[in-house]
């Protein structure tokens, strides 16, 4: 008879442990709203049939696999993604209550345990339902970079679902914003931050195209010259591409314009020669040859072409020799913002040291 006591009391305990562990492990936090405390509420479990591709769809391409995993679904309508969210956060408030009650016997323990599995399952299929039904927010918003190549696409797809499922866990949907605005916004700047932290690493080289190689070179020679930005059909007739192609390509001129700079090492080779580096700028000999004194006259002249700020934040990182935050801490601004400031201006300085390249008479 004690024994099966005891046995009765260690499977009550398992089944408070297991109560715990999902209650705290809950990838959501709960917004409670009225209609959860009546107990004969609950709201309607959306799911959609899916559809699923033949094998050749699946193997088309990393865009087509990724929207064809798990099935597709129709787009939402805003009363169709509330009432999952409603769902969701439903099925964790009461998870939540059954955690935090006492059960006098190992039968009601048991039932609360198989209820909360039960109400976990659903919150999980609300989730899946409104994670499969927005993916396309994900290729959306990794079009930007698809510049970079094809060798990437399916990191940048991996990358903007977690930021797509981040966005579903934490949105509240009682505020009345759109989710597919808040769920854009989350996933672009994850992706941007991808692409920044793997370009600051080396992971992803960056190099363009030849085909934006052709059209960079056209539009700088147009900018040198002082004539207009030049027509869709003038690139196509200078870089001999097809006007379609180069009205397809010329978005992404801009974001390669604004590719993030990869670290720049002390060892660097700077000036119009390539025989100055970073720490001869930085490091002011009193008795300096007269080659280095150019060079640095021609390094500082071309910082003084920056704009002001530009300039300021060039004077107090490389001669004042401030930290990121210590810049940002005078200029009032992010250490982040600082940072993109100093990769602009040193992008600038270089390009305006570069040699002339020669040209044939």
């Known amino acids: 008879m004690a024994g099966k006591f005891n046995q009765q009391n260690s499977s009550q305990a398992d089944d408070a442990a297991e109560l715990k562990t999902m209650a705290d492990n809950l990838p959501i936090t709960t917004i409670m709203l009225s209609a959860f405390r009546q107990p004969a509420y609950a709201p309607p479990a959306i ?3 899916r559809t699923y591709p033949t094998r050749s769809g699946v193997l088309a391409g990393p865009v087509t696999r990724f929207l064809a995993e798990r099935g597709t679904v129709e787009l939402l309508t805003p009363e169709q993604t509330e009432s999952l969210f409603t769902e969701m956060h439903w099925a964790g408030h009461h998870i939540l209550t059954l955690a935090r009650k006492r059960y006098r016997s190992a039968a009601t323990a048991h039932a609360a345990v198989q209820e909360a599995r039960r109400l976990m399952s659903r919150l999980e299929a609300a989730e899946e339902e409104l994670f499969i039904a927005n993916r396309r927010l994900v290729v959306h918003c990794a079009k930007t ?3 970079i190549g094809p060798v990437w696409i399916n990191d940048f797809l991996q990358e903007g679902a977690r930021g797509l499922l981040h966005a579903i866990r934490k949105f509240d949907f009682t505020r009345g914003t759109p989710f597919y605005a808040y769920a854009q916004r989350a996933i672009s700047n994850r992706l941007r931050n ?3 932290d793997h370009t600051r690493s080396g992971l992803l080289g960056i190099r363009p195209g030849h085909e934006i190689e052709r059209l960079l070179t056209a539009l700088t020679a147009a900018r040198a010259a002082g004539k207009p930005l030049p027509t869709d059909a003038d690139l196509a007739q200078t870089t001999d591409l097809a006007e379609e192609r180069v009205k397809r390509l010329r978005p992404f001129l801009e974001q390669w314009a604004h590719a993030p700079t990869p670290p720049l090492s002390l060892d660097a080779l700077i000036g119009a020669e390539k025989e100055t580096t970073l720490y001869d700028l930085i490091a002011e000999d009193a008795a300096a040859d007269a080659w280095q ?10 910082v003084a072409r920056l704009p002001d700020r530009e300039r300021r934040v060039m004077e107090m990182r490389f ?22 400031i100093e990769d602009q201006a040193l992008r600038k300085v270089r390009q305006w040291l570069q040699p002339p390249s020669a040209t044939t008479p």
Do not use: C, D, S, Y
């Not at 004194?293 to 071309?302: F, K, S």
């Open 145 to 147: 970079f698809w510049w």
């Open 293 to 302: 004194a150019a060079e640095r006259a021609e390094i500082w002249q071309a």
């Open 194 to 196: 991808f692409f920044r």
């Open 47 to 49: 799911r959609q049939p």
């Open 319 to 340: 001669i004042a020799g401030h930290t990121l935050e210590e810049t940002g801490n005078e200029l009032q601004l992010t250490r982040a913002r600082i940072k993109q």
